[in-house]
C-alpha cells in the first residue's frame, strides 16, 4: 500500500474542497447573511487539513489498484465530514451527525434531507446544498483526476474505482482527458438546463440550485414543495426531460458530439433504460386518470415526472405520490431499484446490471434444453467475460442482502414495514424520498442517531457501489503483498 500517495491524492482533494466552498460564501456575501462566516471557518479547517497532506513527499506517483479504493472511499468519507461543517457553524443544522447525513445524502446525489423547514435555510447554505449533489454527480475524484497531473499513471484506477456500472471504460486514450470531456459535457448540460429554467419564470439562484440537484440526479430543491411549489408545467417538463439525459451514461453524449449517433441509437442499455421509462408512464397514466387527476395531459406530466425522477433517482417531486393508488406505487417502489444507467449520474442498481441478470437467467433456461452447448452473453455484440457476469451477480446478491438486512436493522426502532423498507431504498439506491414516513412530503430527521449513521453509510454504499467499501472487512486487503 502506497500511503504517501494516499494521504496526497486525499490532501488536493481536501483543497479542492476547501475552494468549492468559496461559491458559497459569494452567495452568502451577495445576499448580506451571517453564514459567510460558517464558509470562511470551513475553508480554514480544511486548508489546515489539507495542506500538509498535499506536501508530502512520495516516492513514486503509480497508484496500484488497493490504493485507488482506499483513496476513493476514505475521499468520500473526508470530503463529506468537512463539507458538513457549514451547516454546524451556520447553525443551519446543529447536529453534527445530522449535517453529516444531509451531507452525505448531497454528496452521494441521495437527496434524502432530515430538514423539515428548508425555505427558513440561508441562501448560501441552500446553494452549498445543491453544489454538493453537482460535484458528486460525475464524481468528486474523477474531477481530482481531471484537474491534478500529480496523479499520474494510477488516476484509471481512481476512475474505474469511483465509475458506476460493471464496466469502466475510457472514450480517449488518456484517463485525463476522458475526465475532462465528461466534465465539459456535464457543464455544458448544467448551462442549458438552468437558462431554460430562467426562461421558465425561475431567478437566477433557483434556477442553479435545482440544476445542479438535476443533473446531479440529487433533487435538493429550495422549496418545502419542490418543483410543485412552481405550478409551471414549462419548469416540470424541463426537469423531467433533463433527469432523464442525466440518468444516460455520458459517454453516449461524447458519441452525438463525435456525430457516431448509430453508436448512441444501437446502444441496448439506452434502449432498456427508455423503454422503461416509457411503458411506466404509460401504465401510471392510464391507472390515475380518471381517479387522482381529472385530465390525461396533467395525468401524464405527474407521472412523467415521477417516473423521471425515481428511476433516475433524483428525489424531486410536484405531487404527494403517497396519496397514489397502490398500483402506481408499486411501480415507482420497482424503479428504485432499477436507476440510471452506468456512467450517469444516477444511482441504483444500474439498467445494464438487470440486462445482464436477464440475459443469465434466459441462458440458464436455455443450457436446460441444451446442456452442452456455449451460449455466451452478449452486451451490444460483444460478450461478457465470465467474471464480469459473477462480478453482476454477486453485486445484485449483496444489494438485496443488505437492502433486506438493513431494512430489519431499522424496523427495530418501531417503523412500519413499508417506511422502514422504502428509506433503506431510498439510501442504499441515492434516490432521496420513500413512502409513508419517508414520503416525498415528510422527511429523515425523526430517525434516532443511529438511525442516521446506518442510512449515511448505505448512501455511501450505494454511489461506491458495495464493493469498494466491503473490501475494507477483507483482511487480505491490509496486507502488503
Known amino acids: 500500500m502506497n500511503y504517501g500517495i494516499i494521504i496526497k491524492v486525499l490532501g488536493n482533494l481536501l483543497l479542492i ?11 452568502s456575501l451577495i445576499y448580506s447573511e451571517k453564514a459567510f462566516l460558517s464558509f470562511i471557518y470551513s475553508i480554514l479547517i480544511v486548508l489546515v487539513f489539507g495542506f500538509p497532506m498535499s506536501r508530502i513527499k ?6 496500484k489498484a488497493k ?14 465530514f468537512f463539507g458538513s461543517l457549514p451547516y454546524v457553524f451556520s447553525g443551519s443544522i446543529p447536529s453534527l451527525v445530522d449535517a453529516f447525513f444531509e451531507t452525505v445524502s448531497g454528496f452521494t446525489t441521495t437527496g434524502s434531507t432530515i430538514l423539515g423547514n428548508i425555505e427558513v435555510l440561508p441562501t448560501g447554505i441552500l446553494f452549498w446544498r445543491s453544489l454538493t449533489i453537482w460535484l458528486g454527480g460525475m464524481g468528486i475524484l474523477v474531477l481530482t483526476v481531471a484537474i491534478l497531473p500529480a496523479i499520474g499513471v494510477g488516476g484509471y484506477q481512481i476512475f474505474k474505482a469511483e465509475t458506476t456500472g460493471p464496466i469502466a471504460e475510457k472514450i480517449v486514450p488518456k484517463i485525463k482527458d476522458t475526465a475532462k470531456i465528461l466534465y465539459v459535457i456535464y457543464v455544458g448540460i448544467t448551462i442549458i438546463q438552468a437558462v431554460l429554467l430562467c426562461l421558465g419564470g425561475m431567478s437566477l439562484m433557483e ?34 426531460i433533463f433527469m432523464i439525459l442525466c440518468g444516460i451514461n455520458f459517454s453516449l453524449f461524447y458519441d452525438i458530439l463525435k456525430g457516431r449517433w448509430r453508436n448512441a441509437l444501437k446502444n441496448s442499455e ?14 401510471i397514466t392510464l391507472n390515475l386518470n380518471g381517479r387522482i387527476y381529472n385530465s390525461i395531459f396533467e395525468t401524464f406530466k405527474h407521472a ?3 417516473v423521471s425522477t425515481i428511476i433516475t433517482t433524483t428525489g424531486f417531486s410536484t405531487v404527494d405520490f403517497n396519496k397514489w393508488t397502490d398500483f402506481s406505487k408499486s411501480i415507482l417502489f420497482l424503479l428504485m431499484f432499477v436507476g440510471g444507467c452506468a456512467g450517469s449520474t444516477g444511482g441504483g442498481i444500474k439498467v445494464i446490471r438487470l440486462s445482464i441478470m436477464g440475459k443469465l437467467v434466459k441462458r440458464e433456461i436455455s443450457k436446460l434444453l441444451h446442456p452442452k452447448a456455449y451460449v455466451p452473453i452478449k452486451i451490444d455484440d460483444r460478450i461478457l467475460s465470465p467474471d464480469t457476469v459473477v462480478s453482476v451477480s454477486g453485486f445484485f446478491f449483496l444489494y438485496i442482502a443488505i437492502f433486506a438486512f438493513s431494512t430489519i436493522l431499522i424496523s427495530l426502532e418501531g417503523i412500519d414495514l413499508i417506511s422502514s423498507a422504502s428509506a433503506v431504498a431510498a439510501t442504499l ?24 449513521i446506518l442510512f449515511s453509510l448505505l448512501m455511501l454504499f450505494g454511489r461506491l457501489e458495495l464493493f469498494t467499501v466491503f473490501l475494507f472487512f477483507v483482511p487480505e486487503f491490509w496486507k502488503n503483498s
Open 207 to 240: 434556477s442553479l440550485i435545482h440544476t445542479f440537484a438535476t443533473v446531479g440526479t440529487g433533487g435538493f430543491s429550495s422549496k418545502n414543495a419542490s418543483i410543485g411549489a412552481y405550478n409551471s408545467s414549462f419548469i416540470v417538463y424541463v426537469i423531467s
Open 304 to 306: 412523467l415526472f415521477q
Open 58 to 63: 512520495i516516492e513514486t506517483k503509480r497508484i
Open 17 to 27: 474542497e476547501s475552494v468549492a466552498f468559496i461559491p458559497a460564501l459569494v452567495v
Open 429 to 452: 439506491g441515492n434516490i432521496g424520498p420513500g413512502f409513508e414516513l419517508v414520503g416525498p412530503v415528510q422527511n429523515f430527521s425523526f430517525f434516532s442517531a443511529p438511525s442516521k
Open 67 to 80: 490504493d485507488a479504493l482506499l483513496i476513493v472511499s476514505l475521499g468520500w468519507v473526508f470530503v463529506s
Open 270 to 283: 439506452l434502449r432498456l433504460y427508455l423503454g422503461i421509462i416509457a411503458v411506466s408512464t404509460l401504465l
